[in-house]
């Protein structure tokens, strides 16, 4: 009838009062876990952070069923593989060291490279001058280092260095010939006498071409003369 309300009619449902502020606290709670993470990330060291992201994405599932994204062509795994390659780099560095102090081979230079962890040993602490035979001082410092390998049980490559001055002998046609007998000298050493095994190493000689200084004066030739003992990351 005219003049009265339709009572038919159903009330509309009030709307919660307040609505938007909860959205907008979340959203606002949800930028300020962001930039805690970032500020957390600035405090890490990129390996750490490169880790994480590598397991995040291998862990999390995005599909029904468990399925994950398909893997395109990314830097992840190598970047993973890199992390891995410089933990342990790190960690053998610091076995070498650590049983470096313990034998006290204070005459021996011990650096973490991209090649691995080198042992710098002067060709004065292990022969004679121009010789490739080791001389009877040098056999007390490599059986300290046969028994560091033999301790590690790593790779170990062998490599001869010399400087620039030319050598011509019966026995060394060239700085060739030197570098390699010097090295190949030492690796039968610690397989011999220092009962390190075989498998584990390898010798090479690499004459003047990689030197550490220019070949100007005596003290920087002499640094030229060496031997390196280079702990590999198996």
């Not at 962001?34 to 599909?63: C, D, G, N, Y």
């Not at 390196?228 to 990351?233: D, G, L, Q």
Request: hydrophobic share 40%; with cysteine; aromatic share 8%.
């Amino acid at each position: 009838m005219a003049g009265y309300p339709n009572t038919n009619r159903r009330n509309p449902s009030p709307v919660p009062a307040g609505g938007w502020q909860i959205v907008y606290t979340g959203f606002i709670l949800i930028l300020l876990c962001f930039f805690i993470m970032l500020t957390s990330f600035a405090s890490l060291e990129q390996s750490k952070i490169t880790r994480f992201v590598h397991a995040f994405s291998s862990a999390v599932s995005v599909f029904s069923g468990g399925r994950n994204l398909e893997k395109g062509r990314t830097m992840i795994n190598s970047e993973s593989m890199m992390v891995d390659k410089e933990d342990a780099m790190a960690e053998l560095f610091k076995k070498v060291r650590m049983l470096g102090r313990q034998n006290d081979l204070q005459q021996v230079d011990i650096q973490k490279t991209r090649r691995g962890i080198i042992m710098t040993l002067s060709d004065k602490l292990l022969f004679s001058s121009g010789q490739g035979e080791l001389s009877a001082k040098a056999y007390p410092l490599l059986d300290k280092i046969a028994g560091i390998i033999t301790t590690i049980r790593t790779r170990v490559e062998i490599e001869g260095h010399t400087d620039n001055v030319p050598i011509h002998t019966p026995i060394y046609a060239s700085n060739w010939e030197l570098s390699t007998g010097r090295a190949v000298n030492v690796l039968r050493y610690l397989t011999a006498a220092g009962k390190v095994d075989a498998k584990l190493l390898s010798a090479v000689g690499m004459a003047e071409f990689h030197p550490v200084a220019p070949n100007d004066t005596g003290e920087n030739r002499a640094r030229n003369r060496r031997v390196e003992i280079i702990f590999k990351v198996n």
